[in-house]
């Protein structure tokens, strides 16, 4: 099946293109893109010019002062100034604010706004929205102009213009108008460096959720494919099991039969035969019991893995007559089922090992859940052998364990001697089942 798509366009480091903002990054606080609090500060920015010349006007008309004259004509310069702003900061699209388009709309807005507060001093209220539209202009110097310009109109308007507070009172006026345009530049670099920091982590975050996300889905891959592997290694396992034991079980039975009825006039060989024919026929149901138990993890079904590990055991204990004792350590966690089947899969290998080959007297088995791993070690004193050399001999019961257990990630380390017994420790990540939401 082919699945196809639209891709996404992708700016650098195959990061999702916006479309192009409305309007530069906020002035007033450092919201990165894609805030839900940016669109608020845009529409702030964009209704502050409107909002501050409003205030000026009511403030102006409030003041009976002036003639009437005097006050329709400041009116009609100020809906000058409300159109300038209009048309061409509120209402041109992204793709017309150039650098220079702001540099213009700025410098209508300084001059129309000193006109008015030369008039009349209330719209220093309006002049204040000079420092916000200086602070997007690029490059810098260019801003520092700007806001520069503002703060010299500002502070000396209401005192006869520049000259007059340049000859009244030169050193103060040039200090305050020297800190309140750096303070506000500064202001604008640290409230941009803060937005591209918070954008920096936010696209940190989106890629960690990412590969996050990737590595679940990998992780859920390689547990299905070991899940395959494992069905065919079971597969194999248990037609070796069938073709040594059972196969060649019923062979011997068959022979055996087949002997007594020879036996003709010789009771006693016929005897022997049929005795040799059930004995046969025990040790292969023995044997079709124990792969029945191996096909069936029943046991995990509710009981969890200790309780299944500790059953096997038990069992495996009765029907071998050899003393066999089981221990778990640690806090029982839900593993994933594939973690509890390939441990208990070990121990059945394991303990099967040992009834074949080791002669053992008594067997050992500790189950271990340590933070992020769970162990197995199983124990015997019986006789050992060379692991180097059972390796090289193709020993299919360990080179089975060693194979379920790197499929998970994990290791097997065996330590045996001839005559000092065996130790097999299995060492697997505890891959903890989660409940879902």
């Not at 940190?204 to 959720?209: N, Q, Y």
């Not at 292969?284 to 509710?302: F, I, K, Y």
Request: hydrophobic share 45%; glycine share 8%; charged share 20%.
């Amino acid at each position: 099946m082919t699945l196809s798509a639209t891709p996404a366009v992708t700016g650098e480091d195959n990061e999702p293109m916006s479309s192009a903002p409305d309007r530069p990054p906020s002035a007033l606080l450092p919201v990165e893109a894609g805030s839900p609090w940016q669109p608020w500060l845009h529409r702030l920015e964009t209704a502050l010019p409107h909002v501050l010349l409003g205030i000026s006007v009511a403030l102006s008309i409030a003041d009976t002062g002036d003639t009437w004259q005097h006050q329709w004509t400041t009116l009609g310069l100020a809906a000058v100034a409300a159109m300038w702003v209009l048309l061409t900061d509120t209402l041109p699209p992204a793709r017309l604010r150039t650098p220079v388009w702001l540099a213009v709309s700025f410098a209508g807005l300084l001059a129309i706004a000193a006109v008015l507060m030369s008039r009349d001093i209330v719209f220093l209220v309006f002049m204040i929205s000079g420092f916000f539209r200086a602070i997007p202009l690029r490059p810098p110097p260019v801003m520092l102009l700007a806001l520069a310009s503002t703060s010299v109109l500002i502070n000396s308007l209401g005192s006869g213009g520049p000259i007059q507070v340049l000859r009244d009172w030169p050193y103060p006026f040039l200090v305050i108008v020297i800190v309140q345009t750096a303070a506000i530049a500064l202001g604008a670099r640290m409230s941009g460096k803060l937005a591209e920091q918070n954008e920096q982590r936010r696209v940190a975050v989106s890629r960690l959720e990412a590969a996050l996300e990737e590595n679940a889905g990998l992780h859920r891959q390689l547990l299905t494919q070991a899940r395959e592997a494992g069905v065919l290694d079971e597969r194999q396992r248990l037609s070796r099991e069938i073709h040594d034991t059972l196969a060649q079980g019923f062979t011997g039975i068959i022979t055996q039969i087949e002997a007594a009825r020879q036996a003709g006039d010789d009771p006693a060989g016929r005897e022997r035969h049929l005795a040799a024919a059930s004995a046969l026929a025990r040790d292969n149901l023995t044997e079709t019991r124990r792969s029945v138990h191996a096909l069936s993890p029943a046991a995990l079904g509710d009981a969890g893995l200790p309780a299944a590990l500790a059953g096997v055991v038990d069992r495996w204990s009765n029907l071998t007559g050899t003393a066999a004792e089981f221990t778990t350590t640690g806090t029982p966690l839900p593993l994933h089922p594939e973690v509890e089947m390939t441990l208990l899969r070990i121990t059945q290998e394991a303990l099967a090992n040992v009834g074949r080959h080791a002669r053992a007297s008594r067997v050992g088995l500790t189950l271990s859940y340590m933070d992020d791993q769970v162990t197995l070690d199983v124990r015997d004193d019986g006789a050992g052998f060379e692991p180097d050399a059972a390796t090289r001999n193709g020993a299919f019961g360990l080179r089975g364990m060693r194979h379920r257990v790197q499929r998970l990630a994990g290791t097997l380390a065996v330590e045996s001697e001839p005559g000092e017994g065996t130790a097999i420790s299995a060492t697997v990540p505890a891959i903890i089942v989660r409940e879902q939401p």
